[in-house]
């Protein structure tokens, strides 16, 4: 049985590693055909190895990769579920607002918080920015597992409604007006996370994405949780009749992905930014769909692919601009990498064999 399981697992990360290979050389193949014969080796080095040609751009890489990890694990837990509720979206530009009031708009923020050690703040931040995702979260969530209403069409609502929300309270309470773009003014230096490598996007916020994916892995794998959110996502039938609520199992799923979203909030806007200066949806809840549907809603390869998408997103940058080739080149790669990961029967022959093979060697 362990051999079977195995080999089942074996499977599944070469079809992923399969999938994002065949994706690239599909790009590459493209490029040459866009750019033809003459250009194609300067797109290629460009796309291929221009995200790792200077400091800079590599700790691009990792700063998109931080909050894909986060956002990745916590929709895991999502699809793992059985639901497919895409609020974290909207979770990215809410959940650090309650704290920025604090720290600009009331007196906890200017004297507290300024005399604290920036490793605390650093915790109320991510701590605050957490429960405004969980507590967000809840809404597609309870409209789903207690009024019947489809979770992705409710999720979908409320993305707009907290970005809308967020620009409220930014332009009324909050707004830098010495600037000419809506924002808030600067962060004070021991409240955020501090950038690394000459003042690059990649920040402290590495290590709690790391911390992140650490934490969701033990709830994942090793807590009763866990087990119930994956037997109830498989099959809603056999865990009734386990004993698992079907209701609450599904509700913790999405809150514990409303978190996850939170705190990549948290690393997104006190890393990359020095002031919150978000006026639009981000598009980060939803690549971490991508993460999470790349990943087979398992956590433990989240990073790998979190790496894949943050590193092809950073190469279609630098190809555009080098090249004439567009940024969108990335939305075709990664709906390849979708395809073939996403394909059910895609290795399924090869797989079903080795089982086969391994059930009879058993016997």
């Not at 750019?35 to 797109?43: M, V």
């Not at 501090?194 to 920040?203: A, E, F, Q, V």
């Not at 609520?245 to 996850?260: A, D, E, W, Y």
């Not at 806007?269 to 398992?298: E, H, R």
């Amino acid at each position: 049985m362990k051999k079977v399981q195995r080999i089942d697992s074996a499977f599944e990360v070469l079809r992923v590693l399969l999938g994002i290979v065949i994706a690239y050389a599909l790009c590459l193949v493209i490029i040459v055909m866009v750019t033809g014969p003459s250009g194609a080796r300067d797109a290629i080095y460009n796309f291929a190895i221009g995200p790792f040609t200077s400091k800079r751009r590599f700790a691009q890489v990792l700063s998109r990769m931080c909050p894909y990890m986060l956002i990745g694990c916590g929709m895991c837990f999502v699809y793992a579920s059985g639901r497919f509720s895409v609020v974290s979206e909207g979770i990215i530009n809410i959940a650090p607002i309650p704290i920025l009031y604090v720290i600009f708009c009331t007196g906890f923020g200017t004297v507290v918080m300024a005399g604290q050690p920036k490793i605390v703040n650093q915790l109320i931040i991510v701590v605050s920015c957490a429960l405004v995702g969980g507590l967000v979260s809840m809404i597609p969530a309870f409209g789903r597992e207690k009024l019947g209403a489809n979770e992705m069409v409710t999720s979908t609502i409320v993305n707009f409604v907290c970005l809308y929300l967020a620009l409220w309270v930014v332009r009324g309470y909050m707004a830098d007006r010495g600037n000419s773009f809506l924002c808030t003014p600067n962060y004070p230096a021991n409240m955020r996370f501090t950038r690394y490598w000459g003042n690059t996007n990649l920040s402290e916020g590495i290590w709690v994405a790391i911390i992140g994916v650490i934490v969701a892995c033990v709830i994942f794998y090793r807590t009763r949780l866990g087990v119930e959110i994956r037997i109830t996502g498989a099959n809603p039938s056999f865990a009734k009749y386990a004993g698992i609520n079907t209701s609450i199992t599904p509700f913790m799923g999405q809150v514990l992905g409303g978190i996850f979203a939170g705190v990549a909030g948290a690393v997104e806007v006190f890393g990359a930014y020095d002031q919150y200066q978000l006026s639009m949806l981000t598009n980060i809840g939803f690549d971490g769909l991508i993460i999470a549907v790349m990943a087979k809603k398992q956590p433990v390869f989240v990073p790998l692919t979190a790496f894949v998408l943050a590193y092809i997103r950073t190469a279609a940058a630098v190809l555009n601009t080098n090249t004439n080739i567009p940024i969108e080149l990335v939305t075709m790669l990664q709906a390849v990498i979708i395809f073939f990961v996403a394909a059910e029967e895609f290795l399924g022959k090869s797989r079903q064999k080795a089982i086969i093979k391994a059930s009879r060697e058993n016997q």
